[in-house]
């Protein structure tokens, strides 16, 4: 494990769960491995961010609009709230995309702080050079953002346990997967990630 890696939650919001207006199939999964790598994290002081989908509510992303999904996680709306299972950290930075009306939104990495600060350009001024990845949905959100945070030179870890994909074409989430680990993405499971943290926590130099 680097030294500096961070968690990036990927829009584990309530349009993406069961009884959403995207539901994710079994999107509500992720909420029991994440919450413990949020809890992994934030005991390591290694910084966690959770991005969410944050639509006008007329937007070319939607169906009505020329796009291909109804309409989902309007600013404001319920349904654009992070899941209340979702234990986010104190201190967890919320990165908000797809505000414009021309924008998809689906990578993290186009994304902004609350303060505007592009995400990507946070990641370099905190110096954080690895990203694991977990969230809704493998297919089209995480995978976008993994593959951009590889492009912008960044080390990526998929959390294979903590991801679940729309399928809108069964096999999507596996070959998004592919997609990932072929663009030079890791992959690792709850234990692995315990392990190797565990491992760089005992190498470091005492403050
Ligand atoms: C997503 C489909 C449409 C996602 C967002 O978060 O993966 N999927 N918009």
Redesign the pocket.
Known sequence: MQRRAALLV??VQLD?CPGGA?AVPDGDQVLRPLNRYMELFNLRSAPIFASR?WHPEQSK?FREQGGV?PP?CVQGTLGADFHPGLRLPEGTIVISKGMAAWDNG?SALQGVTENGTPFAMLLRRMELDRLYVGG??TD???KESVLDALREGFGVTVLTDAIRG?EVQPGDSERALQAMLTAGASQATFASVRSSLQAEGETRPPA
């Open positions: 990927v829009d993406f995207l989908d992303h999904w989902h689906y809704l949905a089209y959100c995480v729309v």
